[in-house]
């Protein structure tokens, strides 16, 4: 291996001048680069010999510390500096930190060429290239005897842990752990963070990760606070086939990096990669199964007792069925991009499904559960014996317990509701499918300030719809609101709703006026306008009962 030692003892570099750092001597040369830009530290990789002027921290002498910490983070080999240019001299701040962070400064001599520099020190590594393929090839096969015989995570993590001889944690691409190897620092109880029965990492603690730093698809150095001490933490986003799994992060507490301790992360994430591939085919397959037998029984297919036990399948025939649907309302994905918030969103009902399978399984021994797009799908099972009441009771007490636990496992702005089908025996479970799909139907437009309904709540409604055309609805609306609809319309006034709060408070004037927050007179002045622009007497029983009518189909249709 070429060291900064055997660099300096070169023919070529016999007047290069070792100013500061002379304890790291002994440091790796794997590869050498060129740094001018203060925004490419992220492209660096450990072992390299960094080439430069000087010139992006040459005037600020805490610019140059910053850097200096920065290329000792990443655990870069030695810095060679051409001064003369735009720096006068190195200084010996930069020096005096150099020396107590083992990081070599070499003083380039004038008129010597960059890329002089760079084909020398890379005609020598070349050279040296059948020990790192070695290495290579033997971690490879280690993680290949992991992923062959289904080691899992914890076991690639530990592997890891060994290999670079530093703590290990693995994270998904939400930044839920995976696994974690920590076994002489306890970092899982010190930083990772229990959200629901989910483990968490704080990526907040790295302040100034570039945006979308994953995309860059190379490990990068952030400093780690553990212990009030402060660490390089090194970042490595794993991918493979251009789908992002997740990072591993490795805290160099006990050793700063080496080259090889990279050729392990890149073979680790690799193994990280298949893991998760194995996994989601695992319990894609598994939903498909659960899925194929759920969409037979909730589309009619299985007509009969019989035919519903040639199922393998844990279902209670002796039950009382419900279907309960849980959508995605809000993700919290912040995107632009319908592709991305999609494969997110896939990613998200995977995990939810997994999760909550695990959280029902003793909770509800009755209750089974599939996904379908962004929604999760749930059959409760209850007593038939037990009274209409209890049973609404048991529904709603289950279906808020369950939201709130899936709201729980994400970040604050994510929003499940749910909707509630009629509860029947097992070979009639189709209806109640229909029935919760049908009050998904009807809340489309709807803010959805509740979180959970039944379809008794909106019976009338899905009555209506199926009952009533849009082209007759809206004739129907029409005919009653057409002039009143236009004056909003034209005048920004809201008299359709406070006609609206007027009938559903039944013509009172006070109750009214405490619904819609306005003064008594403001109501009566607003009442005399709706009545001059109806082309019915509002105050007649049968026109209530069609204007009341006419706004519900309104809203139905808008």
Request: with cysteine.
């Amino acid at each position: 291996m070429l060291t900064v030692n055997h660099f300096l003892q070169l023919a070529p570099f016999k007047t290069f001048k070792l100013v500061a750092g002379a304890n790291g001597l002994e440091n790796d040369i794997t590869g050498v680069n060129i740094l001018d830009n203060p925004n490419a530290s992220d492209w660096l990789s450990a072992g390299e010999l960094l080439i430069t002027s000087g010139y992006f921290f040459s005037e600020n002498t805490e610019i140059q510390k910053r850097f200096i910490q920065r290329f000792k983070e990443i655990n870069c080999s030695a810095i060679c500096i051409k001064p003369h240019i735009y720096l006068k001299g190195i200084p010996q701040s930069m020096r005096d930190l150099a020396n107590e962070l083992a990081l070599p400064i070499i003083e380039i001599p004038y008129g010597i060429a960059f890329s002089k520099i760079m084909n020398i020190v890379m005609g020598e590594i070349s050279g040296r290239m059948n020990e790192r393929n070695q290495a290579s090839l033997a971690i490879h096969s280690q993680f290949f005897e992991i992923s062959l015989h289904g080691g899992g995570m914890k076991k690639i993590a530990a592997s890891l842990a060994k290999m670079v001889q530093n703590p290990i944690v693995l994270i998904d691409s939400d930044w839920s752990v995976i696994a974690c190897n920590d076994n002489k620092h306890p970092l899982i109880q010190e930083t990772i963070k229990k959200i629901g029965n989910t483990f968490t990492f704080p990526i907040e603690i790295f302040t100034d990760l570039p945006i979308n730093f994953e995309r860059i698809k190379k490990p990068i150095t952030r400093p780690f606070f553990f212990a009030e001490k402060e660490y390089p933490c090194v970042i490595v986003p794993v991918y493979f086939d251009t789908v992002h799994y997740g990072f591993i992060l490795v805290v160099q507490i006990e050793r700063p990096l080496i080259d090889f301790d990279y050729i392990a992360l890149e073979n680790g994430s690799m193994a990280f990669a298949l893991e998760q591939i194995r996994l989601f085919e695992i319990e894609r397959t598994e939903n498909r199964i659960r899925r194929d037998f759920f969409d037979h029984l909730l589309s009619g297919q299985i007509k009969d007792l019989d035919a519903l036990a040639t199922y393998d399948t844990p279902i209670d025939p002796t039950l009382n069925y419900t279907v309960l649907i849980l959508s995605l309302q809000k993700s919290g994905i912040q995107t632009d991009s319908l592709m991305k918030k999609k494969q997110a969103e896939d990613r998200i009902m995977k995990s939810l499904l997994s999760s909550l399978t695990s959280y029902t399984a003793n909770r509800f021994p009755h209750l089974h559960l599939f996904s379908r797009k962004n929604q999760l799908v749930l059959l409760l099972g209850t007593d038939p014996k037990s009274s209409a009441f209890k049973t609404h009771n048991e529904l709603s007490d289950t279906a808020e317990r369950i939201r709130m636990y899936l709201e729980q496992q994400g970040p604050a702005e994510r929003e499940f509701f749910c909707t509630i089908g009629s509860t029947l025996p097992i070979l009639e479970l189709a209806q109640s499918f229909e029935e919760a799909k049908k009050v998904i139907q009807l809340l489309e437009n709807d803010s959805k300030e509740e979180k959970i309904y039944f379809f008794d709540d909106v019976y009338f409604d899905s009555f209506l719809v199926d009952s009533i055309s849009k082209e007759q609805g809206k004739k129907f609306y029409t005919h009653y609101l057409d002039m009143l609809l236009t004056y909003d319309l034209e005048n920004k006034t809201n008299f359709t709703l406070t006609l609206k709060a007027y009938l559903a408070h039944h013509l009172n004037i006070a109750t009214t006026s405490r619904a819609l927050f306005i003064h008594r007179n403001t109501l009566l002045y607003r009442i005399k306008k709706i009545k001059m622009l109806l082309p019915v007497v509002l105050d007649q029983e049968k026109n209530t009962f069609a204007l009341q009518l006419a706004l519900r189909l309104y809203d139905l249709h808008h």
